[in-house]
């Protein structure tokens, strides 16, 4: 088959499309062929050298991906759930960026009703990643409030829809007017321009000095602080990402004062059994809200396979609102 191989850590050139082997399933596995992946922040980063694949991972980047069951691994039964030939899609530790792919049992999603296969590659990182930390950790719900930042990324645009969906009152930051209308759009109710505007301020302003009940924030260091300050009594605080780099200086005090939590987590590095605990969760919880039509992947723009270089370009530069796609 052909995969993108990192053939050097660096820059979107180092990523090349190579004939490589085949992979096998496990005996827990199956094997699929890919209509689509997804492009996620990770890959950008485990291209640099800087996120390895978990042991006895795929070495291809690609964290999700859509496509059509090849073969079942030899522990798995017709029907049991998944048949050769069901179209699905899969939340992946990598190899994703590739013509087929062998996917744990468990990681396994049926391509939600009233989207296509190739737009299906959109939804299990972002699903998985917001249903996980806000929802199954930071116990967001109905009523409260929500801050997002990087509304109109790919985990922004799916957070801001499941959020509405819930009955939860979203507000958003990004960077330029365009993103902000195409959040707007999704039904998020405040939109700040971290570009322009204080985002502590216009939170106290609009929740009349309270602050909001969670915060998913992929930006780590350089927000900690004003993240602590624009959050509520009881407030949760979810780190995902490390954009704005991984050390602060903090004031500590308004933990103390407001009874505040915060997490971390990744989704790539658990294990396989508290993966398919997710996915599971997911297809109860977010599955109806798509058959719905009250969520849809946000699909930005399609490269083919041997394009990812351009794919992971524009994705660097942050012009993209939701999510970026390859297809073999």
Same mark, same amino acid.
């Given at each position: 088959?052909?995969?993108?191989?990192?053939?050097?850590?660096?820059?979107?050139?180092?990523?090349?499309?190579?004939?490589?082997?085949?992979?096998?399933?496990?005996?827990?596995?199956?094997?699929?062929?890919?209509?689509?992946?997804?492009?996620?922040?990770?890959?950008?980063?485990?291209?640099?050298?800087?996120?390895?694949?978990?042991?006895?991972?795929?070495?291809?980047?690609?964290?999700?991906?859509?496509?059509?069951?090849?073969?079942?691994?030899?522990?798995?039964?017709?029907?049991?759930?998944?048949?050769?030939?069901?179209?699905?899609?899969?939340?992946?530790?990598?190899?994703?960026?590739?013509?087929?792919?062998?996917?744990?049992?468990?990681?396994?999603?049926?391509?939600?009703?009233?989207?296509?296969?190739?737009?299906?590659?959109?939804?299990?990182?972002?699903?998985?990643?917001?249903?996980?930390?806000?929802?199954?950790?930071?116990?967001?719900?109905?009523?409260?409030?929500?801050?997002?930042?990087?509304?109109?990324?790919?985990?922004?645009?799916?957070?801001?829809?499941?959020?509405?969906? !819930?009955?939860?009152? $979203? /507000?958003? =930051?990004?960077?330029?007017? &365009?993103?902000? +209308? #195409?959040?707007?759009?999704?039904?998020?109710?405040?939109?700040?321009?971290?570009?322009?505007?204080?985002?502590?301020?216009?939170?106290?302003?609009?929740?009349?000095?309270?602050?909001?009940?969670?915060?998913?924030?992929?930006?780590?260091?350089?927000?900690?602080?004003?993240?602590?300050?624009?959050?509520?009594?009881?407030?949760?605080?979810?780190?995902?990402?490390?954009?704005?780099?991984?050390?602060?200086?903090?004031?500590?005090?308004?933990?103390?004062?407001?009874?505040?939590?915060?997490?971390?987590?990744?989704?790539?590095?658990?294990?396989?059994?508290?993966?398919?605990?997710?996915?599971?969760?997911?297809?109860?919880?977010?599955?109806?809200?798509?058959?719905?039509?009250? !969520?849809?992947?946000? $699909? /930005?723009? =399609?490269?083919?396979?041997? &394009?990812?270089? +351009? #794919?992971?370009?524009?994705?660097?530069?942050?012009?993209?609102?939701?999510?970026?796609?390859?297809?073999?």
């Amino acid at each position: 088959m052909k995969a993108v191989v990192i053939t050097k850590y660096g820059g979107p050139e180092v990523l090349q499309l190579e004939d490589v082997a085949d992979p096998t399933p496990g005996a827990d596995e199956v094997l699929i062929k890919v209509a689509a992946t997804a492009l996620n922040r990770a890959d950008t980063v485990q291209r640099k050298g800087a996120y390895p694949p978990p042991k006895g991972s795929s070495p291809y980047p690609g964290l999700e991906v859509s496509g059509t069951i090849l073969a079942l691994g030899s522990s798995l039964s017709p029907g049991s759930p998944w048949n050769v030939g069901d179209e699905v899609c899969a939340l992946l530790s990598g190899g994703g960026y590739a013509e087929k792919v062998a996917v744990p049992v468990g990681q396994l999603l049926p391509v939600p009703q009233g989207v296509s296969l190739r737009d299906a590659a959109a939804l299990p990182e972002v699903a998985c990643t917001v249903w996980s930390t806000v929802f199954m950790m930071s116990h967001l719900s109905p009523g409260e409030s929500f801050l997002i930042h990087g509304g109109s990324s790919g985990i922004g645009t799916f957070a801001i829809q499941i959020s509405k969906y !819930l009955g939860i009152k $979203v /507000f958003v =930051t990004a960077g330029s007017e &365009e993103k902000l +209308e #195409a959040c707007k759009n999704l039904g998020a109710d405040v939109c700040i321009n971290y570009k322009t505007e204080d985002f502590v301020a216009r939170v106290k302003e609009e929740t009349g000095g309270k602050g909001v009940d969670v915060i998913l924030d992929n930006m780590g260091g350089s927000y900690f602080q004003r993240n602590l300050d624009s959050l509520s009594v009881d407030g949760r605080l979810f780190i995902i990402g490390f954009q704005g780099g991984s050390t602060a200086d903090v004031n500590l005090s308004p933990m103390l004062a407001k009874r505040l939590t915060v997490q971390a987590a990744g989704l790539r590095g658990r294990s396989i059994e508290n993966k398919a605990k997710i996915v599971k969760e997911v297809e109860k919880n977010v599955w109806p809200a798509i058959a719905e039509g009250k !969520l849809k992947p946000i $699909v /930005f723009k =399609t490269f083919p396979l041997a &394009e990812a270089a +351009e #794919a992971h370009r524009l994705m660097e530069s942050s012009s993209h609102i939701g999510k970026i796609l390859l297809i073999p």
